[in-house]
């Protein structure tokens, strides 16, 4: 992953007449923290934090429970964070937190004592000024209110303007639980109003692969909002189900709440993972984790749109291959930013001691990535590039202008 982003790095800034000195300064991370942290029953666990920029701001981005989590894979995401918040605009940089885990062997107490170790070790290099994580892959609001707790107790800070995504109750702002899903709808619909591409007055058909707290909100919002847009498939790790007429997306929904597997909802359609790579829809959206679609499986796409919902789902290896066949890859860096933008808003909520509604929040939100959206599709014009290499032209160049000034 780390090779195909800092690829897509290179390619753009080639481009755009970039020397190698300005290419490295762009791959370059401002600071590794690696560590162990080490459980009261003895287990230890690898863990990182790895600030990549701050030109345009405070660090940002999140931290990922996974177990084959590693250094390089959260340099990449902490690079792709960086990307991210300068293609939407707002004034932060990037980061990532990682550790290496499989929290289903965790008891709750001892999740807990993960996480404030890890913040015990990382509090003098994070604070509402200097670098404000969120939760990622297999964290949630419960998690950040144990780290953010931590970090008050550490420091004295009582603003909870150190971490994003707390609970409600805990200075969390309002929509931030569905902003990644929701960003994905936004993006999506005003890309497909600005090119007049699809009539999707007519019905179009998506499949939704990795169908958990992303991928749900996604659906749910798309549905609620646009009825006729239809998911026709939906799949986890398990696997999934195909149903030509619709799925239920509230349905699916609380059925994963409940902790459930997609395979054992009731439907006579099951379809494993791959099954529904090669479905003809009009927009398949990768919503679980990086590095899913590659040289072995690209050819099977069959969808017109492939949205990133999740961070560096497409290898850039396979990019081309699916630019030549004419499909349409809408960037990570755009399509997954509703999330940090969101974070961006609570984070200034707790700076401003206050609490917005949930429709003062989701207008900002949408404010920015349909404007952030119109700049990636008109240079993607302007320059004829795909909308990725546009995405990263537009960021690569907000990091080193504020890196020049
Ligand atoms: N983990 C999310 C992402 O990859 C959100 C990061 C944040 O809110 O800081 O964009």
Same mark, same amino acid.
């Given at each position: 992953m780390l090779t195909s982003v800092q690829n897509n790095i290179r390619i753009t800034a080639k481009r755009l007449g970039l020397n190698s000195r300005q290419i490295e300064e762009i791959l370059k991370v401002e600071a590794t923290h690696s560590f162990k942290i080490t459980l009261d029953n003895k287990k230890q666990y690898n863990a990182y934090r790895i600030q990549? @920029? @701050?030109?345009?701001?405070p660090y940002k981005g999140g931290i990922r429970f996974h177990p084959e989590i590693n250094e390089d894979e959260v340099q990449a995401l902490a690079t792709l964070m960086s990307l991210k918040t300068a293609a939407v605009n707002i004034p932060l940089g990037g980061a990532k937190g990682g550790v290496e885990v499989d929290t289903r062997n965790l008891n709750m107490s001892e999740l807990e004592e993960l996480s404030r170790k890890y913040v015990r070790i990382l509090a003098p290099f994070i604070g509402p000024k200097k670098d404000i994580p969120a939760p990622d892959v297999n964290t949630n609001p419960k998690i950040i209110d144990w780290m953010v707790d931590e970090y008050s107790r550490l420091t004295g800070d009582t603003t909870k303007a150190s971490f994003t995504g707390k609970s409600l109750t805990n200075g969390g702002s309002e929509g931030r639980d569905a902003a990644t899903g929701r960003g994905g709808v936004i993006v999506l619909k005003t890309l497909l109003d600005l090119s007049h591409?699809? /009539?999707? /007055?007519k019905a179009l058909t998506f499949a939704v692969q990795g169908f958990g707290n992303v991928g749900s909100y996604f659906a749910e919002i798309a549905s609620k909002n646009y009825p006729n847009w239809k998911m026709v498939a939906a799949t986890d790790s398990s696997g999934g189900i195909y149903e030509k007429g619709g799925l239920k997306s509230s349905e699916l929904s609380e059925w994963k709440r409940r902790g459930k597997k997609l395979l054992d909802y009731d439907s006579n359609n099951k379809i494993s993972n791959s099954d529904l790579f090669g479905l003809d829809v009009d927009v398949i959206v990768f919503a679980a984790m990086g590095g899913i679609l590659n040289e072995d499986n690209q050819h099977i796409i069959k969808a017109k749109y492939v949205l990133e919902l999740a961070n560096g789902p497409i290898l850039s290896s396979v990019e081309g291959a699916l630019k030549n066949r004419g499909i349409i890859v809408i960037p990570d860096i755009l399509a997954n930013a509703g999330g940090v933008i969101v974070s961006y808003l609570e984070w200034i909520q707790n700076l401003q001691n206050e609490h917005w509604d949930e429709d003062i929040v989701n207008k900002k939100l949408k404010d920015y990535l349909v404007v952030a959206t119109k700049d990636i599709y008109r240079r993607a014009k302007k320059d004829r590039t795909s909308l990725k290499d546009a995405a990263f032209a537009v960021a690569i160049e907000r990091i080193l202008k504020a890196k020049q000034a």
């Open positions: 990549h @920029s @701050s030109a345009r701001g591409d699809l /009539n999707y /007055n």
